[in-house]
């Protein structure tokens, strides 16, 4: 059984491993590729940067103001700081943001070491989706998903009552009832909101 100090160390080691992967085809990306629509309604690409990063140049009192702003909603809050900050950061800037901070220690509010893995991964998705660039690795992406529970189906607002959906590619098996055969890939794409949930 492999202990919670280990796990997290795991843990930090593949998000760690995704910001550099990240970096790398970040590196390549065009001015039309930044500027490309992502995963996430009304973002580009560089809004996605501007978020993943967002948290390494956030004071608490920044973070505390704007959220005030924003009327304690988060989305709103991070919509607008997206927005804004690739009004002032040019798109070298924002990378140099996630390539100076691989290794940031930053995790989301109850969400532990897992949750910094899932934010990086899954926002992964939202940039190389659209451009057809190669995702996380399988191993990767069902960590995260093994590390996922109901609360955060629920967040993304999904429902898998009566369907059961199992990776063709790894160990991954979420929701009970009906068998529905995916790669890793589509079932977190799924659980996350970001495609519909396929009927039996």
Same mark, same amino acid.
């Given at each position: 059984m492999i202990s919670t100090d280990q796990d997290t160390a795991r843990l930090r080691e593949h998000t760690a491993a995704e910001r550099e992967r990240l970096t790398a085809l970040l590196t390549g990306l065009t001015p039309d590729q930044w500027a490309a629509p992502s995963?996430?309604?009304?973002?580009q690409i560089r809004e996605v940067v501007a978020h993943m990063t967002m &948290?390494? *140049?956030t004071s $608490?009192?920044?973070?505390l103001r704007g959220m005030a702003a924003a009327r304690f909603t988060f989305d709103r809050y991070a919509d607008r700081a997206a927005h804004a900050d690739t009004a002032r950061m040019s798109d070298?800037?924002?990378?140099?943001?996630?390539r100076d901070n691989v290794r940031h220690p930053w995790r989301p509010p109850g969400g532990g070491a897992a949750g910094a893995l899932s934010h990086d991964v899954i926002h992964g998705l939202d940039i190389t989706e659209p451009l057809n660039l190669p995702p996380a690795s399988v191993d990767r992406m &069902?960590? @995260?998903l093994g590390h996922a529970g109901p609360r955060n189906f629920a967040y993304f607002g999904v429902d898998l009552s009566g369907i059961r959906l199992c990776a063709n590619d790894s160990e991954v098996e979420l929701g009970t009832g $009906? /068998? =529905?055969?995916?790669?890793?890939?589509d079932i977190?794409? =799924? @659980? $996350?909101? *970001? *495609? /519909? @949930?396929p009927t039996p």
């Open positions: 995963l996430c309604e009304g973002w &948290a390494f *140049r $608490t009192w920044q973070f070298a800037e924002l990378l140099a943001a996630l &069902a960590t @995260v $009906t /068998p =529905i055969t995916l790669s890793t890939k977190l794409l =799924i @659980v $996350t909101g *970001r *495609r /519909p @949930v």
